[in-house]
């Protein structure tokens, strides 16, 4: 077969590439704190605000798009943007909005058949948050299938083998492959999961950290959450809490002695990054800012890759990321991510859910008519959205029946890399306050479940918003000592100001 066409397919992937890179600059604010001063808490001081930074490509993985790919699919963490890039989309996006729907409904069958069944066939992408690697699948072989017949599988279909997980969490294995041909991933998968050895096959789905844009820096998410009282009854000292994010800096002042243990599935040169630092400052800050469970103890797992966007992450990546963790012995899941429903990621959600682990992810900040995003939407997760000082919703956030509560997410200070600290807003910061709210809870009564701990919040929410905005604010927003005195009213009671904490 001749190579020209493929030559000239090349050089116009190319070209587009090199348009995209041009517009994809981004920017941070970063804070300063003057040295015993600033932050949380009446303790005095302020801080000062540099001057932006700029963001440049942090040298992501991809490709040119060649002729005939499908999209690539990713999952979002929107980190440092000025602006929100979905709702900007060319005029072929909204043909794909319009028909949505419908590819939509029948993915959700066919991945509710590919629980139980096995070997289902792939649905293609449907819609702008449906994003993926371009030339990968995942591919599930049970753990009885011996390493010959799948390098047998693999020379069948013109496969290179990448790597490959046990997973504990669900007794199986998953191997990630590249494909090697001009064959869609959606051709390859179908053919594979119609062999006798694969359980399951599907894209590599892309994940990105949902976090936007950055403004001002009132600092009112301490008194939101009331977390003064609050603290009074516990500061979760007892629960570990697993922040499957992008790379965390432990050495953060903020951090200091509560991170645990690591796991980097990314592989790579690591580099600690905003994102999954400000996650783990929102959960456990305990220096000159304050976390909603400052005493709680971090398992800072590395599923995403620094990129122009903020962080991607793969399926591959971060399911083995929850298998780890939950190996480890995490009660409190903080996955502030989002994107498309994917098979292998909600087995792995639920098979956390039926360990009576608690699971919390970010709501998603693809806007009020964006359809449900996960793992966010999945059954069993607490679903979180963000507001703001006068506890409005964020313009920028999902709207959905599967979102669970809300908490402050807009204008946040929070811990960064090289001791530093910058403004976040985004439902990963939302999230990860609930997640530290939820290992108070824990540290109270550890043999809470996720359905318990969930009923909990939304009853003792605060509702803001009128008749018929629940979707906006679900329950409302979350209030930590309300949920524990519901816990035990009378051996958690709060104590008066200036007197000793009630034994427990």
């Not at 077969?1 to 493929?6: A, D, N, V």
């Not at 998968?189 to 844009?213: F, G, I, K, M």
């Not at 516990?234 to 903020?254: C, F, K, N, P, Q």
Request: aromatic share 6%; hydrophobic share 40%; net charge neutral.
């Amino acid at each position: 077969m001749s190579k020209l066409p493929y030559a000239r397919s090349s050089l116009f992937g190319l070209a587009m590439f090199g348009a995209c890179l041009a517009t994809g600059t981004a920017y941070a604010q970063f804070i300063a704190l003057p040295p015993g001063g600033g932050g949380m808490g009446g303790r005095g001081g302020g801080f000062e605000m540099s001057n932006p930074c700029e963001f440049n490509s942090c040298g992501e993985r991809y490709r040119p798009r060649m002729p005939r790919r499908p999209p690539v699919v990713v999952y979002e963490q929107y980190e440092d943007f000025q602006e929100f890039p979905v709702d900007e989309a060319p005029p072929p996006r909204k043909k794909q909005k319009v028909a949505q729907p419908k590819p939509a409904k029948d993915k959700q069958k066919t991945v509710k058949k590919s629980a139980t069944q096995g070997n289902a066939p792939v649905v293609a992408a449907a819609g702008p948050q449906d994003r993926r690697v371009p030339d990968e699948v995942i591919v599930e072989i049970p753990l009885s299938v011996q390493q010959p017949e799948i390098d047998e599988l693999a020379r069948e279909q013109n496969i290179q083998q990448l790597g490959s997980q046990v997973l504990d969490l669900m007794n199986t294995r998953i191997h990630r492959w590249r494909i090697t041909d001009q064959r869609s991933v959606d051709t390859v998968a179908q053919t594979l999961a119609a062999d006798r050895r694969v359980a399951s096959a599907q894209p590599n789905h892309l994940y990105r950290l949902q976090e936007t844009a950055k403004g001002a820096a009132p600092q009112y998410a301490v008194t939101k959450l009331n977390l003064d009282e609050a603290h009074r009854i516990t500061r979760g000292e007892t629960a570990l809490v697993a922040v499957i994010d992008s790379g965390i800096d432990a050495g953060h002042e903020e951090l200091a002695g509560i991170v645990t243990d690591s796991f980097d599935a990314v592989g790579g040169t690591f580099e600690p990054h905003p994102h999954g630092t400000g996650m783990a400052g929102a959960i456990a800050s305990h220096s000159r800012l304050m976390g909603s469970a400052p005493s709680a103890h971090i398992l800072a797992v590395r599923a995403f890759a620094p990129s122009a966007n903020g962080g991607d992450g793969t399926t591959f990546d971060v399911v083995r990321s929850m298998d780890w963790a939950a190996t480890r012995g995490a009660k409190v899941f903080n996955l502030s991510f989002a994107g498309p429903r994917d098979s292998l990621l909600s087995r792995a959600v639920q098979a956390l859910l039926s360990r009576n682990i608690i699971v919390v992810a970010a709501a998603g900040n693809a806007g009020p008519k964006s359809p449900p995003l996960f793992p966010g939407a999945e059954p069993g997760v607490i679903a979180v959205t963000a507001t703001d000082a006068k506890d409005g919703i964020m313009p920028l956030a999902n709207r959905g029946s599967y979102v669970s509560v809300a908490a402050p997410g807009v204008d946040i200070l929070l811990p960064a890399p090289k001791a530093s600290y910058a403004i976040s807003s985004g439902t990963s910061v939302a999230a990860a306050y609930v997640s530290g709210i939820a290992a108070l809870m824990l540290s109270v009564e550890p043999d809470l479940d996720g359905k318990e701990v969930s009923e909990i919040l939304r009853g003792t929410a605060r509702d803001l918003g009128p008749k018929g905005k629940d979707n906006d604010f679900g329950a409302g927003l979350a209030d930590p000592v309300k949920a524990l005195n519901a816990m035990a009213p009378v051996t958690q009671a709060v104590a008066a100001p200036g007197e000793a904490a009630p034994v427990r």
